[in-house]
């Protein structure tokens, strides 16, 4: 591919006595031209300013105009420097593609402004700054991160606009920890994600928690809150040895991920579906009701040592695994279970299981966009089971995945 290199604008960028380079017109960087801007960049509010081509930037920028990309042309966009770079200005920045490459051993970019995502952001190299400058990076629909480290990650929120499968790029004090989102049925879904290092009972007293619940990580906690939601959403949080202690990553602990009820003000056991190989944990909810989230290890149960789920569903089948076998549910009539397709989407639904035939068998009972009594696909879906001992009032949650065969 042949590039044009242009070193600085002419016909509508002036630089100012600060060395500021001031686009007050309209600029166009078309297909198959690269331009270097070696000096801060500011697009003032007259500016308008596309980009269709690669553009580098080794200042800082800031943006009180018009900045984009014409759609379907794909512009990209390198922050590189040795220094920090400030991201700054009162009207949203538009890219497609990114790249964050700067080597500053500490922070390197710094966003004060809104920046808008639509297509490949690569962590390379540097930490970008939302934690404490009230700026924002948003993914939209399809856009996505690769490449986040522990040296390369955002350090503060991070938004995401859109149904599309999503990992947060998010970290503090150079530990990379993700956090994934998946299932999401709305075009217009709005998740905000932050991590932190600290101990959440600083801000929810670890004291208020539901009785099953026995330890709660105190090295590290997420945040999700939604902005725009529809519906039910996955959620995985993965696991670390650094800060994930061992007791939380030992499946014979029976892990769980616990969520602060902003209504209650308490610790809820949300359920949790532990992937020892992989080293991560799923389950889902509905985001507004909780705020904070991290890992717990559960009391065991003596009682439930009759309690089992047989998690392979064959419908056509007559060896006992025609329909989802819960045995021992029975003693606990206050009960509901669950289940999502791999959308997120809630498939079944029921209260006091496996009492007049209201038992899950691959079919859809028409709680969603699914025909009511539809023969659902083969493959795997997620439940959930919520169920509350009369004896003690205690809340149990199971959550795991079941395998649908024909």
């Known amino acids: 591919m042949r590039y044009l290199y242009v070193l600085f604008f002419l016909s509508s960028c002036v630089f100012a006595q600060t060395r500021e380079v001031h686009n007050q017109g309209e600029v166009h960087i078309h297909p198959n031209t690269l331009v270097s801007v070696v000096s801060p960049f500011v697009n003032s509010d007259t500016g308008v300013f596309t980009n269709d081509g690669e553009l580098i930037f080794y200042s800082h920028i800031s943006n009180d105009g018009q900045w984009g990309f014409t759609e379907g042309l794909m512009g990209y966009t390198r922050f590189e420097s040795r220094r920090l770079q400030d991201m700054l200005g009162s009207r949203p920045a538009k890219f497609y593609d990114i790249l964050f490459n700067n080597s500053t051993s500490e922070e390197a970019f710094a966003i004060y402004g809104e920046l808008q995502a639509y297509g490949e952001v690569d962590f390379y190299d540097g930490i970008a700054n939302t934690r404490t400058t009230g700026g924002s990076l948003t993914f939209y629909e399809d856009a996505y991160a690769i490449s986040a480290n522990d040296n390369s990650y955002v350090d503060g929120w991070v938004y995401k606009v859109g149904n599309s499968n999503f990992e947060y790029p998010i970290g503090h004090e150079s530990y ?231």
């Open 176 to 406: 990379y920890r993700p956090m994934q989102i998946f299932g999401s049925s709305g075009i217009d879904d709005t998740y905000a994600a932050i991590y932190h290092l600290e101990n959440s009972d600083t801000y929810f007293s670890h004291n208020s928690k539901e009785e099953n619940i026995d330890q709660i990580n105190t090295e590290e906690y997420w945040e999700l809150n939604d902005i725009v939601t529809s519906n039910h959403v996955y959620v995985t949080l993965s696991l670390d040895s650094r800060t994930t202690p061992a007791e939380f990553r030992n499946p014979n602990n029976d892990p769980t991920i616990v969520a602060w009820n902003t209504h209650t003000e308490r610790w809820e056991d949300i359920g949790g579906a532990l992937d020892v190989e992989g080293q991560f944990i799923t389950t889902i909810f509905k985001v507004d009701l909780y705020g904070a989230y991290t890992l717990a290890a559960k009391k065991e149960v003596e009682e439930e040592d009759d309690f089992e789920i047989f998690n392979a569903v064959n419908p056509h089948n007559t060896n006992g695994n025609e329909y989802f076998r819960i045995t021992g549910l029975d003693k606990y009539p206050n009960n509901e279970v669950t289940i999502f397709n791999r959308w997120g989407v809630e498939v079944f639904k029921t209260k006091n299981y496996d009492t007049s035939g209201n038992v899950f068998r691959g079919l859809s009972d028409g709680r969603s966009t699914i025909q009511r009594n539809k023969e659902l696909p083969e493959g795997t879906y997620f439940y959930v089971i919520r169920r509350i001992d009369e004896a003690t009032g205690k809340r149990l949650t199971n959550a795991g995945y079941l395998y649908l065969t024909r």
